[in-house]
């Protein structure tokens, strides 16, 4: 079992920068990949990217590429989105999920944590 939480969200204007971080506990993160997801208010669950278990693959929405950057440290159990160039549409609660393979559905992540808020001003 995997426990995760996030943090470093907060409130940025438009065009700034932040990094999230996921730590994880339990023996068994390196054998996970880890997904990042977003919700924003009366919008559904949006998968924003996923990286693989060593690190060496990652995926991302269309919308995402260029601007957001996934990586992990598995001797710190530890993953990490970072943002730049943030956007007001950028606006939501943003997870991590510990999976078993490279997807983009929600439902194929078994390990979620409680969310760290983003906020984007214009």
């Known amino acids: 079992q995997v426990q995760l939480v996030e943090s470093g969200g907060g409130s940025v204007q438009a065009g700034g920068s932040l990094r999230l971080s996921c730590a994880a506990s339990?023996?068994?993160?390196?054998?996970?990949?880890i997904g990042w997801f977003r919700q924003a208010p009366g919008k559904e669950r949006e998968f924003v990217g996923v990286?693989?278990?060593?690190?060496?693959?990652?995926y991302y929405k269309d919308s995402m590429k260029g601007r957001f950057t996934i990586s992990r440290d598995n001797a710190k159990n530890m993953a990490y989105l970072e943002m730049n160039s943030l956007k007001p549409e950028d606006t939501a609660v943003y997870f991590c999920?510990?999976?078993?393979?490279?997807?983009?559905?929600?439902?194929?992540?078994?390990?979620w944590g409680q969310g760290t808020q983003v906020t984007v001003s214009s």
């Open positions: 999920a510990a999976g078993t393979y490279l997807l983009k559905n929600s439902g194929a992540y078994a390990y």
């Open positions: 339990g023996r068994t993160f390196s054998s996970h990949t």
């Open positions: 990286i693989g278990r060593s690190g060496d693959s990652t």
